[in-house]
């Protein structure tokens, strides 16, 4: 089955602990991408990747690192998380640029 | 100014009623223009998928963009009480980047 699969889904952290979020997708997509959603503000882009060792800022870059060593994997690091990167999370993926974007379940991260 | 515009409603409407949800946008470099379904807890998935001006029709939705306006609609005909989700729209020019609107949360009401 064709999916893009975030873990964990599920996190309350602490400020200043250093987490991953992981994505995987098994489509042999070129192009994967983070994104937050918080309530009246949508979806806002993270970072994302045309390909592997090719990742660029989104429009809410800091705070957050990634890396793309593998076509499939597109993890999202949070250094020193803060209160204000509590949010829902997706990782999504596309065949190419500007096609069809394929959505994870989302990964809810709540930082005290 | 944000990139896009979406009344955020909530909208809701009885069954069997046509719906219609709208965005605008500011940046006339969008080509491509994407309508989501997001139901509670869940992922966004691709509803409609349209590029350029024009008219796109998949059962009982149509999609529509007017560039000259930056304007688009969805449009929901019989709506069913499965229809009940955020909708979202989305949309991305020739660079490599996807801009979303906050989404329309609907209830169609049996």
């Known amino acids: 089955e064709a999916q893009v699969t975030q873990n964990p889904r599920y996190l309350i952290t602490v400020t200043g602990k250093k987490l991953t979020v992981t994505c995987s997708q098994n489509?042999?997509?070129?192009?994967m991408s983070w994104y937050r959603q918080d309530p009246g503000l949508g979806l806002r882009q993270i970072y994302y990747s045309m390909n592997v060792e090719v990742t660029d800022k989104g429009d809410v870059p800091e705070g957050y690192k990634v890396s793309r060593k593998e076509k499939r994997n597109f993890p999202l690091i949070l250094e020193s998380p803060s209160p204000n990167q509590t949010s829902l999370y997706f990782c999504?993926?596309?065949?190419?640029?500007?096609?069809?974007?394929?959505f994870g379940e989302g990964s809810r991260l709540t930082v005290l | 100014q944000k990139e896009v515009e979406q009344d955020p409603g909530p909208l809701s409407v009885p069954e069997g009623a046509i719906v219609s949800l709208n965005c605008t946008y500011s940046n006339s470099a969008f080509q491509y223009f994407m309508w989501y379904r997001q139901y509670s807890r869940k992922g966004p998935e691709l509803l409609m998928y349209t590029y350029s001006s024009g008219n796109k029709e998949d059962g009982r939705f149509t999609a529509q963009v007017d560039k000259s306006s930056k304007y688009i609609s969805l449009f929901i005909r019989d709506s069913q009480p499965s229809d009940s989700a955020t909708y979202l729209c989305a949309m991305s020019g020739a660079g490599n980047q996807f801009y979303f609107g906050t989404g329309t949360s609907l209830t169609v009401i049996p």
């Open positions: 999504a993926s596309s065949l190419r640029v500007a096609g069809e974007l394929f």
């Open positions: 489509m042999n997509h070129e192009y």
